[in-house]
């Protein structure tokens, strides 16, 4: 399986090894605001794989969960992932499965991310419009092969922060993700969820992150 293949599994939402990527984007476009969020997320991803398995888990992972805490509306996307049985949880379980779902996807950055090879990010000119979101258009490249990733933004009271992951312009993470979380939660409820969610982070950690 190539790396790029790899990294693709990653915005389903599953637990694999990655490799890393050398961000360099155009002057414009770092200049625009909708780019701004994810400027900070590989400027975040850069430093943590250069610093590598040599840095420990957990420190990557306190340096890298408050850029993900800003660029992504996490709020929105886990409850768009469970759906309907959202409304039906009372808060405290909604307040222990959001620590747990965000806690889950920092790590799978961290773990996913954690080392240089040479690849190289570009974020691509023309975003698109769907609704009143806008869709950025970013590649992974990485000797002949291009890995397309979109991210779906949202303006949140004047910032744009990430709301899905396209991976080919058209497979959405959280849809995938959706599936996932819905056949846990149809045998069991929040509890269930946030179990499995743990289970991931210490296997994505090897165990060096509490639950």
């Avoid at 890298?64 to 409850?79: G, R, S, Y």
């Amino acid at each position: 399986m190539s790396r790029l293949t790899r990294r693709a599994l990653l915005f389903h939402g599953l637990a694999i090894t990655g490799a890393t990527l050398a961000w360099r984007p155009a002057r414009a476009a770092m200049a625009d605001p909708l780019n701004q969020p994810l400027q900070s997320l590989y400027n975040a991803l850069e430093a943590a794989m250069r610093a590598g398995p040599a840095k420990p888990f957990p420190q990557r992972f306190d340096a890298l969960a408050p850029v993900v805490d800003q660029v992504f509306d996490l709020a929105t996307v886990l409850k768009v992932s469970v759906g309907l049985r959202w409304d039906a949880m009372n808060p405290d379980a909604r307040t222990r499965l959001l620590e747990a779902f965000r806690r889950f996807t920092v790590a799978t950055y961290v773990a996913n991310f954690d080392k240089y090879d040479g690849e190289r990010f570009q974020i691509l000119p023309g975003a698109r419009e769907s609704g009143t979101d806008r869709i950025v258009g970013t590649e992974i490249v990485t000797g002949g092969q291009r890995l397309r990733l979109d991210y779906v933004m949202r303006d949140d009271n004047g910032s744009w922060r990430a709301v899905d992951v396209l991976i080919e312009g058209s497979i959405s993470r959280v849809a995938v993700q959706r599936s996932d979380f819905r056949k846990i939660l149809a045998s069991g409820d929040a509890e269930a969820l946030i179990a499995s969610l743990r289970h991931k982070i210490a296997d994505l950690s090897d165990g060096a992150l509490n639950s």
